[in-house]
């Protein structure tokens, strides 16, 4: 297909597809989310992104028994309810959702400049509230990615709040401009603003598998893999995903396993086989604490408080 520099736009029964020059997105209604991200040719997705609200526990965490105070974060973390779908194409807000019959009116030669599509969740906890995540798509491929949570009493504070892709594959590294080494809230000083380079998606080696790999204030990221699941695709050529800050510096970990495999293990030896790429994109970060670990709290300046709203914004942009 000849691409013109607007949106090619395709209304399915159940989906939202997106076509441009070198890249194809799919949004679903009945998954809740963007389903599909492929960018030259390769997919850079495995699930379907979703709100993020759990950080594997550490041993500064279990010692103050935060582990138990929050632990409804982790199931509102495991299982996700989309309770509503908005979307604006151009200037054109629908009503509902263009699905069967109403898809009918469609052509094939569907075109728009921009695209907006707002999926909300509610969290399954007790009282429950609502995460908003809007994608902005413009007529270059650009994705602007804007999360807003909706603070509410008498919830516990939250481990972490982001969101959290999971990619095909590992990748073989990953290249980022903000803080050196690893850094968590209360773990900053000392470090050095720069652009780094990351072999392969390392875990710290505790015996107890706990939270590792957090970077804080980062500005851009680029994350480079060479292999994907398609059998016909036999390239090995490396390719990358870039993502970058808006009005302010983001916070991510770039790891093999999900917070719940992380928490899951024991011992060291008992985390799977690593073969995704697990990336969290943070809009706000627990400290790690390390007062001591049989019951000291993080500082009170570190905690994330679940009555106050939280909103964040990133760019996703091919490399």
Request: charged residues 20%; contains cysteine; aromatic residues 10%.
């Amino acid at each position: 297909m000849a691409y013109t520099n607007n949106l090619h736009i395709v209304y399915g029964d159940a989906s939202l597809g997106i076509e441009g020059e070198d890249f194809s997105y799919v949004f679903s209604y009945d998954r809740g989310g963007l389903e599909s991200l492929n960018l030259a040719g390769k997919e850079w997705l495995y699930r379907v992104p979703t709100p993020s609200f759990w950080r594997a526990t550490t041993d500064n965490d279990r010692g103050s028994g935060f582990n138990i105070k929050s632990v409804q974060w982790l199931g509102a973390d495991m299982f996700q309810k989309c309770i509503g779908i908005d979307l604006t194409v151009d200037d054109h807000h629908f009503e509902k959702l263009p699905i069967a019959p109403d898809t009918n009116q469609f052509s094939n030669n569907e075109y728009a400049d921009k695209i907006k599509i707002i999926y909300t969740y509610e969290t399954l906890t007790i009282p429950s509230t609502q995460v908003k995540i809007a994608y902005e798509v413009s007529n270059g491929g650009e994705i602007k990615v804007t999360m807003h949570y909706f603070g509410k009493n008498n919830l516990p504070e939250l481990p972490v709040l982001g969101m959290r892709f999971i990619m095909p594959t590992k990748a073989i590294g990953f290249d980022y401009t903000g803080l050196s080494g690893e850094t968590y809230p209360d773990r900053m000083a000392g470090a050095e603003h720069g652009t780094y380079h990351i072999e392969g998606l390392p875990v710290t080696k505790y015996l107890v598998p706990q939270e590792n790999g957090m970077h804080m204030q980062t500005d851009n990221l680029t994350i480079t893999r060479t292999n994907t699941q398609n059998n016909a695709d036999a390239s090995a050529e490396p390719f990358s995903l870039q993502i970058s800050q808006v009005d302010k510096p983001f916070n991510f970990s770039c790891l093999p396993y999900t917070a719940e495999e992380l928490e899951n293990a024991t011992h060291i030896e008992e985390l799977p086989l690593a073969r995704r790429t697990v990336l969290l994109i943070a809009g706000k970060v627990r400290g790690v604490g390390g007062i001591d670990s049989w019951g000291a709290d993080v500082e009170e300046k570190y905690h994330i408080p679940s009555d106050k709203d939280i909103e964040f914004s990133f760019i996703i942009n091919k490399k």
